[in-house]
């Protein structure tokens, strides 16, 4: 089955701490995988996608295929991190993005 | 570019009604999908469609639910003979290609109680 696990429903750091939002995805072929955010108030957005390979907001993710992982890293967190993390993932012949239940991030001072 | 309008932003029915949910896509943008956010729980895919085409249904329930994308207007979500547990935000999303290839892009969602 075709599966993204968040295992984490809520994340609490303080600010300057070290920042890391678990992934771990099922996927039978080879996957294409996402990180939307949505801050307090707005839509959700995309906030960086594996393909890229790219940081953004300081924030990075390796896909570890070995371990079928595609964690959200950042070295410092700070307080306008606090957000909604969504891990997603393409499914369903490229015709679909499959997300996990998501991990609330709070950065607190 | 305004981005992607739903609305209306909150709708109330009673068990029975019918609920009709607007999206309009961001300019350019020529596929729709509608998602699903039930309490405590992720976004679930419901259906992608392009214009005058389901894509993907697997996510939309068997009954009561059906959705389009006409050659011209907004995407619509109906669901007939609402029930308690169809409370939920619904959101849409468009992009000018496949998931894959393209970003979603997200409107604010419409969440729909029914009492």
């Known amino acids: 089955a075709q599966r993204v696990t968040q295992p984490e429903k809520l994340l609490s750091v303080f600010k300057g701490a070290p920042v890391e939002l678990k992934c771990n995805y099922s996927?039978?072929?080879?996957?294409?995988l996402f990180w939307y955010v949505q801050y307090s108030r707005q839509r959700l957005q995309l906030l960086l996608r594996?393909?890229s390979r790219e940081s953004i907001k300081g924030f990075t993710a390796d896909l570890n295929k070995g371990e079928t992982s595609f964690h959200l890293k950042k070295p410092f967190a700070q307080e306008e991190d606090s957000a909604m993390y969504y891990c997603?993932?393409?499914?369903?012949?490229?015709?679909?993005?499959?997300f996990g239940t998501g991990t609330q991030l709070k950065v607190e001072l | 570019n305004a981005g992607v309008m739903q609305n209306p932003r909150h709708l109330v029915r009673r068990r029975g009604q019918e609920a009709r949910l607007r999206c309009s896509p961001m300019k350019g943008h020529s596929h729709v999908y509608w998602y699903r956010q039930l309490p405590e729980e992720g976004l679930k895919f419901m259906v992608y469609?392009?214009?005058?085409?389901?894509?993907?249904e697997s996510g939309m329930p068997k009954e009561r639910f059906s959705a389009e994308f006409p050659k011209e207007g907004p995407s619509i979500l109906r669901i007939q003979q609402v029930v308690r547990g169809d409370s939920a935000a619904y959101f849409c999303?468009?992009?000018?290609?496949?998931?894959?290839?393209?970003?979603?892009?997200f409107g604010n969602g419409t969440r729909l109680t029914v009492t």
């Open positions: 594996h393909i």
């Open positions: 997603a993932l393409v499914t369903g012949g490229g015709n679909k993005l499959t």
């Open positions: 996927y039978s072929g080879s996957p294409e």
């Open positions: 469609l392009q214009k005058e085409n389901i894509i993907d």
């Open positions: 999303a468009s992009s000018p290609g496949q998931p894959g290839n393209s970003p979603l892009h």
